[in-house]
Structures are given as C-alpha cells and as structure tokens.
C-alpha cells in the first residue's frame, strides 16, 4: 500500500531519539505512521465567548472534544441537565439522570444496555491506571448506579447494583450480580466478586446475594428505565423559548449590526497553518538526525 | 479584519449574544419559489400567533418556557458584614428603564486572567474571587452568598463539587466567628467532594467524594482520603493523609505522592484549557463542527484514494492518515 510506504519511510528519518522531544502534532503524524490512531485535542477555536459574558445558560449537553465525540444510541435518554462530555459510549436503553457528568476526555467510558447512571453521579476516566489494566470504565448492562455516585477508572459487570453515594476508585471492579451498598468506598484494585454484597469505608464483605435478590436485579435496572422512557415522554425535543431568541436575532440583522464571519474559511486557514508547522517542524527534526548521524 | 485573514480570532463584546452569520440565508430566486416562501411564511407568522392564542386560551394552566438565566457566572445581594470580602462589588440600578431607580448592591465573582476554565453549568455565585488558571468542573457549585471563598492559582475544583460558606460557626475560633472558604493554589478537590467554610492550604487533594465540615484547616501538602468524612474543626498537618468516616490520620505521605499532588494540578490546567476552548465555541461553530465531524467520518468509511487509484505525497498521506 503506497500510504504504508511513505508513512515507515518518514518513521525511520524521524528515529526514536527524536521521537519524545516532538510536538503533539509532530508526535500524532508519528503516531499514525506507526499505525496508532492517536485522539486529537479539540484544535484552537475560531470563536470564543467568556462564560462570564453570557446571559443565558449556554451548556450543551453532549459535548465532543476534537475527535473524541460521544456515540448515543437513539433509544437511549439523556437528561437535558446531564453532561457527556469526549469518548462516552452509551448503548441501547440507557438513562442518565439529571447532573451527571460523563467525562469522556481522557479515556473511553462505555455503558451497557438499559443501565442507568442516576442522579449527580460523575463518572470520569482517567488516562492511565495504577493497576495497569485500561483505564477506561466499562459498566455492564442492566447496571444501576445510584445518585451521587463516584466512579474512576472502573469496571463493572452486568447486573450489578452500586449503592447511593459510594466512590469507585482507579482499577476497582465489580463483578456480575454484586451489589456495593450506599456509602462505601471501593478501594483502587479491590475486586467485588460475583453475588456478594460489600460494604463500608473501605468496602467489605458484608454478605452473600440470595437467588431473589439476583432475579430483583434485572427487574430494578427495568424499572428505571421505565422512568426514564416517561420523562422522555414528558420532555418535548424543543420549547418555545426559541422564538424571542429568534425575533431578536432577525431583529439584529436587519439593523446591521450583526458580523459576518467567514468561519469555514478561518477555520480552513488555522487547520492549514498548524499542518505546515507540524509538518516544518518534522523536517527540521529529520534534518537534525541526518545530521547528528 | 476582513475574510480570508486568519489571523483575528472574533471575540464578542457586551451584546448578550452575538449574532454571526454562516453566510447568508438563501432566498429564492425564481417567482414560484418566492411565491412559496411568502406563502409558507404566511402560516408560520399564522401558527405562532395561534400558539399564543392558545396560551392565553389556557390560562393559568398553559407552559411557558423561558430561557435559563446564565448561573456560571452570577451576582448576589452584597452584604457589608462579610470581612474579608471577595468578589467584586458594584452598584446598578433596580430598574434600569427607570430614570430614579434605586441602587442595588451586588456583589459579581472576581477571577484573575483569561486562562481559568468555568463550565457553563457550574454554579459560581457571589462573594467569590478566582485566582489565575483555576478550573471550575461541570455542575460545581461554589456558592458564596453569605460568606466570602477565595480560590488560588492553579487550582481545579472537579466535577459536582459543593462548596459553601457558613454565616454562624459551632466553636468559637480564635480569631472569632466563622471563616470564610479560602481555597490556597494548586489545590486538586475530586469529584463530588463537599466543602463548608474550610480552610485548604497550598498543594493539597482533597479525594473524591470527600465531605469537609466546618472549620477543616488543611495544611499545605496533605491529602484527605476519597469519601472521608473530616469531623468539624479538624486540622490536617502538612503531609498527612486522612480517611475514613469519621476521617482519622492513616499514614504520612510518601515522596513520590507528593510529586503526584502536583503533577496532577498542572495537568488539570492544560486539560481545562481544551474544555475552556470547546466550551467558548459560539453555536455556528459547534455547528460547522459538526457538519465537519460527519463528513470525515463518512469520508473515513468509504476510502475514496483507494478506490479511485489515488496516490497522493508522503505529507498528504500522513495528514490523512492522521484524519482518520
């Protein structure tokens, strides 16, 4: 494949000593050449409003960081209060309630089927993990989290239950059918094993899950998400608010007053600029090692 | 100035939103086309004005929807008691369509610089002043309404954090009555913690999911453990590492977690200045993002040089393998 030739001819110009001293974007060309895919941070913005001008609140609730952008099933619901924010994955029938955050910035989160993420719970995956093993969170499916949970870097399996207000820390797993009960701190790499119930600062084995409270399990991961499909319900895709908004903005238009921006091109010119600096960048490197060579 | 520069970046003035155009809206041309558009027109004006109809046919039962005032950034009632004060104060006018309106007090939060990162739901409210760099996370809430908090430089307050100020204080501390929250720099407060009138020193973490009651001092350099429960009046000395619910001393720190405290608050500075950016983009740019996301994600499913025969220079082949 021709782009596989030039991308390993460049790789061996650069030579591993240059490597680490590159730019970030220096270091992504060289990163795809080297067959990795590496996330781009989101680049340098064209236009930018300080939050402390606005009038009205301006928070979105699915936010994409460059290339790190949030894959939502369409069966899935969000709370218009909630936050997701970078690699956030969720899949069919999820409910996220209302002030969560989801910060997909740093590492992937995904979250199974007809799980919920109740309310003010953070969910936030960290770049690289102590216990070695990836640092992204994956939640199993019919999971309940809670409201004002905490969870980093974790693992749990499906059919799991974490109680109200308890922290996951970095590498803590749980595994299927176990249940952490409200305001225990799970410890970084502790393990809950299947069909246990562990609690406490830091958490413990409490007890053992009986067969009915496996079977409830499931059916309280459903009932949440019945909720969760009539609020859906009751909220409408948009408001009226729009309409002043709207008239003002018409309003201000036809009074002259508005700029126009040629925003594709400006953004076309900064893409274009950082290219050719990354790119100068690589030459100057490569020229450097032929000559060090 | 002027299309084709590319080197002004457009930052908005005092407008309470700006209004740019992605070119201009296409009118028709041709006279069916306009003829539709007036006609189309027509029934839009007739169903909005049949929407406010119905809203006052409804009467006190109709749904209004209303814009949600801005609370990342929002002033409070000043109050003289509060010493030492934070925040800046200021003096408006009650109604200002009124020529003799009575003044108002208010007290609006106070940040240093530019380079700070406040999310657009946090809550900062009030007697609040922000040193430089400091990054507010999604859904905190620093509420200074009946006490003053002060945040240093480089400090991070993560995600769903509270914090609050105290007007009354159980014990009487030695310089009398409640302390305000005073916040020292490259502090890192973890997801969910709650603070109430402590006082945190340069260089410390406070954990995850952590709670600090009233009159907490944490000395520089110490760490309070995820979902500790620090009792009232505690005092954390420098280099101590306090959990548990009630919070006691479990071990001195190590070197190499002293380093990691400080490490962590500068790469939450260069994190924030992602989320500041991404966060500062007007609607039309998110927009044209977008749009551009979607058309290099179809462009990277079907790959067009490859089926066309298409081979480009070694710098092109990067940049697009860089594209995905």
């Known amino acids: 494949m021709v782009r596989l030739q030039a991308a390993s001819g460049l790789l061996r110009a650069l030579g591993p000593c240059i490597r680490s001293s590159l730019s970030p974007e220096c270091q992504q060309i060289a990163a795809a050449a080297a067959g990795v895919r590496l996330f781009e941070s989101v680049a340098p913005a064209v236009t930018y409003r300080d939050v402390s001008d606005e009038w009205y609140l ?15 099933a369409v069966s899935a619901w969000i709370s218009p209060s909630a936050v997701v924010v970078g690699d956030v994955d969720l899949l069919d029938r999820v409910s996220v309630w209302n002030n969560v955050v989801l910060r997909g910035d740093l590492n992937n989160i ?57 922290v996951l820390l970095e590498g803590s797993m749980m595994e299927d059918y176990s249940v952490l009960q409200p305001g225990s701190v799970l410890p970084p790499t502790r393990r809950v094993p299947t069909g246990e119930v562990w609690g406490g600062v830091p958490a413990r084995f409490v007890r053992a899950l009986s067969e009915d409270e496996r079977d409830a399990l499931k059916a309280e991961a459903d009932d949440i998400r019945r909720l969760a499909w009539q609020q859906d319900a009751e909220q409408l895709p948009v408001g009226t608010a729009w309409r002043g908004v709207e ?24 893409r274009k600029r950082r290219e050719d600096e990354a790119a100068n960048a690589i030459s100057v490197a490569a020229g450097a090692s032929q000559a060090i060579k | 100035m002027g299309p084709g520069s590319g080197e002004t970046q457009y930052s908005t003035g005092t407008m309470p939103f700006t209004v740019v155009h992605l070119g201009r809206h296409p009118k028709p041309k041709d006279l069916i086309g306009k003829a539709m558009y007036a006609l189309g027109g027509m029934m839009r004006g007739l169903g909005t004005a049949l929407d406010s109809i119905g809203v006052v046919v409804q009467g006190p039962y109709a749904r209004h929807d209303h814009l949600v005032p801005n609370t990342a950034w929002m002033p409070f009632e000043a109050n003289a008691d509060i010493k030492p004060a934070a925040g800046a104060q200021q003096q408006v006018p009650f109604n200002p369509r009124l020529r003799e309106s009575p003044a ?121 453990g995820a979902g500790a429960v620090v009792p009232p009046g505690a005092v954390v000395k420098s280099g101590e590492i306090w959990a548990g619910a009630p919070a006691k001393l479990l071990r001195k720190l190590s070197a190499e977690e002293k380093g990691f405290v400080a490490a962590s608050a500068d790469n939450y500075a260069k994190l924030a200045t992602e989320h500041r950016i991404e966060n500062g983009k007007l609607f039309e740019e998110v927009f044209l993002d977008a749009a551009i996301a979607e058309e290099r994600e179809w462009r990277s499913l079907t790959d067009i040089d490859l089926h066309m025969g298409i081979a480009r220079d070694d710098q092109t082949q990067l940049v697009l393998a860089t594209r995905g």
């Not at chain 2, 002043?129 to 400090?155: E, P």
């Not at chain 2, 995600?159 to 105290?166: E, G, I, P, S």
């Not at chain 2, 407060?189 to 009159?215: N, R, S």
């Open chain 1, 58 to 72: 301006r928070q979105r609730s699915q936010i994409s960081l460059g290339n790190r952008l949030p894959h939502v």
């Open chain 1, 110 to 166: 995904t979250i199974g089927q007809v799980s919920n993420v109740q309310d003010r719970t953070v969910i936030h995956a960290a770049r690289t993990s102590p216990a070695g093993i990836s640092a992204s969170v994956k939640v199993g499916k019919f999971v309940t989290i809670e409201p004002n949970c905490t969870l980093r870097s974790c693992r749990i399996g499906d059919f799991a239950k974490v109680g109200a207000r308890s």
């Open chain 1, 247 to 270: 008239a003002y903005r018409a309003a201000v238009v036809e009074s002259g007053k508005a700029v126009s921006v040629p925003m594709r091109r400006l953004k076309y010119d900064q």
């Open chain 2, 104 to 224: 108002l007090d208010i007290v609006a939060p106070l940040k240093k610089g530019s380079a700070g990162f406040v999310a657009p739901n946090a809550k900062v409210i009030g007697n609040v002043s922000l040193g430089s760099q400091v990054s507010i996370w999604y859904g905190a809430v620093l509420r200074g309404d009946i006490n003053a908090i002060t945040v240093g430089d480089k400090t991070n307050i993560q995600d769903n954090v509270v914090v609050h100020v105290a007007r009354h204080s159980l014990t009487s501390a030695p310089a009398g009555g409640p302390k305000p929250t005073v916040i020292g720099s490259a502090v890192t407060i973890g997801h969910g913690a709650t603070l109430h009138a402590c006082t945190i020193g340069d260089g410390c973490l406070v954990g995850m999911g952590a709670t600090l009651l009233d009159g907490v001092m944490l000395e520089p350099g110490s760490i309070v």
